[in-house]
């Protein structure tokens, strides 16, 4: 194959072995063939050393799966490879009990030989062993003239020498010489009584303990990260219930799951709950972890091994106390903390403060924040953390460019910057307002002019603006975050989705928790903070409880928390840069205007409120004259409705610019069927038609839960409820204060108050607000002149 000619596609399905496209298998799924599991990717990895990588980038990169031909060749490798080990592992075994000693080749004479067989006494040849560390028994010899051949010795065949001045040639291959890896997976054999026994890693018989443990007992290993996850799969839980009904579904454990094989050392450490400890076989209660160890071993014989270290963390969920000293809590967070610290298993003891810890990993990290110094190399200023003596370097000592005054961290740096950014013919310094039309005697001019302690306001009088730093802009926005509660959101396609992830949500109040729980923390080096102009882009952010997360002081909006920040917690901020945060409060129901503190009951009408009337759109379409606030809403509009129309009707060879809206053309104008409902293949001119049609023939809907009543969307289900059942009138007249229960009927009863009388009757000359009062109005006419 080619494959310099293949074009990879965005496509779901794309083979990993041969890059064809189409329907495929998961590599790391069992698939059961023949009665038997098999999962490729371990196939690949056993036959030919192979392990197919996996990217979260590119196209079909998080991908990986494989073709039913390439499963075909796989499978037909690994069967070859086994016959062969086998024969190998036949054929020695037999050179090994001498079978082949009795029995003579003889060759015809029109058969030609390469090279001529010498035999040579069996004493003289070097004997290759298949494993170098097998030993042989030398009590007993025997001295007739045959030696006696066990039959548990394994070897490999005998060396046949050549014909003198022709290459050597073996009828047994070398050995392929084998890899570190390799060399470290091999099982050692050992000596003993019975024969040969296989000597095991220490990190596989942790394995074999956790199997032991989890198999036999009713013990449920788990892991914490904020909340319950499983121990095999890494599903999360908010309860311990969920917890330990969806681990029982995961059924036996097996060496070949993947948590199993990351127990690779002592130190890691397998949390378990031990909430009812029993024994799965005979179905005892014991009290203590240590019990039903030694009743597996003693009672049912389980070869259960002591003397490799395991760490296992035991702790009670249902309860949340503490086992060695009973104290109760009511997060899970707290109790590990509280067995850390005041029952380490191990005695790891800071130098410096002899404060104790339980893990190595807390002890590094405790003498990197606590006792570690950081000094400043100019000023020899000591610093507790190293973020505290970057902020220092930031403000204390710059180098400021001669031209342009911007900052920079580095003598470097700076000189470095008006090499490349600065090639003006006439360039002027900043600090001695000094003009040079050289640029070699401008750089020897700007070393020699340290004057650094100048004014910057000299850079306004010579024109030239300050350009924005992104870094800073983003180490502004991620100190807002970290240090307040304001929390960024994105809103697309009617829902909020979360800043951090492409998670979304129906309402606001599930966003702001999912955020607090799973990014409590906003790094610069994160996707969403690294994307292209976030200086030019806006950021929304929820201030509908807005404090400081230091003193816990309520904040009114974004500048009274930043000069509260500056001024009473001393924090680094470059307030010469606009922050670019956008916020809004996220109340459920009540979205007000952040600018005329108009109330909106959709946060999607508020946005349209905000473009509308308080947005300076300058990015104009020049197809059809719209304004946006900024050139990826243009670009999203141009590609959306000014495209090639390359959909064109069959019926009046009108064109379209997607397939949707042609179909919803045929639908509507011409009345074609186009609409096909999914349960008994009725077709409709319209989706709304076919959902009616569900309503009323198989009765299938959005149903209220007040009145059953059936609705054709989830929305209309919601107002009929808010509006009908609940009675909800939160939008109030300012002049008489009735109450209505959206904006648009307000909307019809402010033309009482404001409203002119546009409808006035030709007979009598009576004047009305609206249209059905005339008609009302003329009935009484044409009952008096039919009087008549």
């Known amino acids: 194959m080619e494959f310099d000619e293949i074009v990879v596609k965005e496509s779901p399905g794309l083979c990993r072995c041969c890059l064809s496209e189409g329907c495929y298998k998961d590599l790391g799924t069992e698939y059961t063939w023949m009665d038997e599991t098999e999962v490729y990717a371990d196939i690949l990895l056993e036959c030919f050393d192979i392990s197919i990588s996996q990217h979260m980038e590119g196209p079909n990169g998080p991908n990986r799966l494989i073709c039913e031909v390439c499963i075909t060749r796989l499978r037909d ?113 050992v000596k003993d009584v019975n024969g040969p026994v296989k000597r095991i890693s220490a990190n596989k018989l942790r394995r074999l303990n956790l199997q032991i443990l989890f198999h036999n007992t009713s013990v449920i290993p788990f892991k914490w990260r904020g909340k319950y996850l499983c121990f095999y799969c890494g599903e999360d839980f908010k309860s311990y219930e969920n917890l330990k009904e969806h681990t029982k579904d995961h059924g036996v454990c097996s060496d070949k799951d993947r948590a199993l094989r990351l127990v690779k050392s002592a130190d890691v450490e397998v949390k378990i709950d031990v909430s009812q400890i029993s024994c799965n076989i005979c179905h005892e209660n014991f009290m203590q972890l240590e019990e039903i160890i030694s009743h597996l071993v003693d009672t049912h014989n389980l070869p259960y091994d002591r003397r490799v270290n395991l760490s296992i963390a035991p702790y009670r969920l249902s309860d949340l106390s503490c086992l060695m000293c009973d104290e109760k809590f009511n997060y899970l967070k707290k109790l590990i903390v509280h067995v850390n610290t005041d029952h380490p298993s191990q005695d790891l003891n800071c130098v410096q403060c002899q404060q104790k810890f339980n893990k190595t990993r807390d002890l590094d990290a405790h003498i990197r924040t606590k006792h570690r110094n950081h000094i400043c190399s100019k000023c020899f200023l000591n610093f507790r953390t190293r973020s505290e003596l970057l902020s220092h370097k930031r403000v204390a000592h710059t180098f400021k460019c001669n031209v342009c005054i911007r900052s920079f961290s580095s003598i470097g740096k700076c000189f470095k910057h008006i090499k490349n950014d600065h090639t003006g013919a006439v360039m002027r310094c900043g600090f001695s307002v000094t003009s040079l039309t050289s640029k070699q005697g401008f750089h020897r001019h700007a ?94 952010v929820d201030t509908s409880s807005l404090s400081c997360k230091i003193c816990f002081e309520n904040i009114q909006d974004l500048e009274s928390l930043i000069k509260h920040l500056h001024n009473e917690h001393k924090i680094y901020f470059d307030k010469s840069l606009s922050i670019n945060l956008q916020s809004y409060k996220l109340i459920k129901d009540n979205f007000p205007c952040p600018f005329c503190g ?48 390359n959909f064109k009707c069959s019926e009046c060879d009108l064109s379209f610019f997607s397939n949707y809206y042609l179909q919803t053309h045929l639908g509507r104008v011409h009345g074609t069927k186009v609409v096909e409902c999914l349960q008994c293949h009725e077709k409709f001119t319209s989706v709304y038609e076919m959902q009616r049609h569900k309503i009323d023939v198989h009765g299938t809907g959005h149903e209220c839960s007040y009145c059953h009543k059936l609705f054709t969307g989830k929305s209309s289900v919601v107002d009929h409820i808010r509006r009908t059942h609940l009675k909800e009138k939160n939008v109030a007249c300012t002049v008489c204060l009735e109450k209505f229960f959206d904006r648009q009927s307000l909307k019809v009863h402010m033309v009482k108050h404001y409203g002119e009388r546009n409808f006035h009757c030709d007979i009598c000359g009576k004047k009305f607000l609206w249209k059905k009062n005339l008609r009302e109005h003329m009935t009484s006419h044409t009952k008096s002149s039919t009087s008549n």
């Open 77 to 189: 490798a690994c069967n070859f490879k086994k016959q062969v080990l086998d024969s190998e592992k036949k054929f020695v075994d037999m050179v090994g009990r001498g079978e082949f000693k009795s029995k003579v080749i003889v060759y015809q004479e029109q058969m030609k030989s390469e090279m001529i067989v010498e035999p040579q006494p069996a004493h003289d040849a070097d004997v290759e062993y298949l494993d170098e560390e097998i030993d042989y028994d030398d009590g007993n010899k025997d001295d007739s003239n045959e030696p006696t051949v066990s039959e548990d010795i394994t070897v490999d065949a005998l060396p046949i020498k050549g014909k003198r001045g022709r290459p050597k040639k073996s009828t047994v291959k070398p050995e392929k010489k084998k890899s570190k890896l390799e060399e470290k997976t091999k099982p050692k054999i």
């Open 447 to 540: 070393i020699q002019c340290t004057d650094n302690c100048k004014k910057s306001v000299e850079a306004v009088t010579l024109g030239v603006d300050k350009k924005p730093c992104v870094t800073q802009i983003r180490d502004n926005i991620a100190c807002i975050f970290n240090m307040s509660t304001a929390i960024p959101f994105k809103y697309f396609m009617s829902k909020f989705r979360c800043f951090y992830c492409p998670k979304d949500f129906n309402e606001c109040d599930d966003l702001k928790q999912h955020t607090i729980t799973e990014h409590p923390l906003c790094d610069t080096k994160l996707k969403s903070m690294k994307l292209r102009h976030r200086h030019d882009g806006v950021i929304k």
């Open 598 to 645: 108009d109330v909106f009951r959709y946060f999607r009408t508020l946005l349209n409120h905000v473009v509308k009337m308080h947005s300076d759109n300058k990015n104009i379409c020049m197809h059809c004259g719209m304004a946006f606030r900024n050139a990826p809403n243009l670009r999203t509009h141009i590609a959306r409705h000014h495209k090639a129309a």
